[in-house]
C-alpha cells in the first residue's frame, strides 16, 4: 500500500493553532482596554424622554467592541438603543444600572465616571 502522507493533515492543524492564538490575542487585547477604559456616563433629556449616553474614550473605543456591549446592555436593561461614533445611547435613565453593568463586564470602577446632571436637550 505504501506510506501515508500525513503532511496535510498537519497543516491544517498549525493553521488552526495559529488561528486560536491569534483570536485569543484579540479577546486579550480587548479584556486590557476594558480595564483601561475611560467612560462617561451621561443623562440627556430629549423631548418628553430620557437617554442615556455612555462615551468611551477613542482611543478605547477602537478595540472595545462597542456594537456587543451594547447588545448586552439593552438586552440586560430591557431597553432601546444605538451605537454612534464612540458613544452608546440607551433609553431611560438608567446610570447606575449600566454602572453595575459595566463593571460585570470588566471594565475599570476608577474609569466610570457619571454625571448626576440631566442636560436638556432642546427641538432642534
Known amino acids: 500500500m505504501g506510506e501515508v502522507d500525513n503532511k496535510p ?3 491544517n492543524v498549525i493553521d488552526q493553532l495559529l488561528s ?19 467612560i462617561r456616563i451621561r443623562v440627556e433629556k430629549r423631548r418628553a424622554h430620557y437617554v ?11 478595540s472595545i467592541n462597542l456594537e456587543e456591549v451594547a ?5 440586560k436593561l430591557a ?6 461614533d464612540n458613544r452608546i445611547e440607551i433609553q431611560g ?5 449600566i454602572r453595575k453593568l ?9 474609569n466610570i465616571f457619571i454625571d448626576e446632571n440631566i442636560t436638556v436637550v432642546q427641538n432642534k
Open 71 to 75: 447588545k448586552q446592555l439593552k438586552r
Open 52 to 62: 442615556t449616553i455612555i462615551e468611551v474614550d477613542s482611543n478605547d473605543a477602537k
Open 93 to 97: 435613565d438608567h446610570r447606575y444600572k
Open 79 to 84: 431597553a432601546g438603543g444605538t451605537v454612534k
Open 102 to 110: 459595566l463593571l460585570e463586564e470588566g471594565f475599570n470602577e476608577d
Open 20 to 38: 486560536s492564538i491569534s483570536g485569543s490575542d484579540n479577546v486579550v487585547s480587548e479584556s486590557i482596554a476594558k480595564e483601561q477604559a475611560l
Open 9 to 11: 493533515n498537519q497543516d
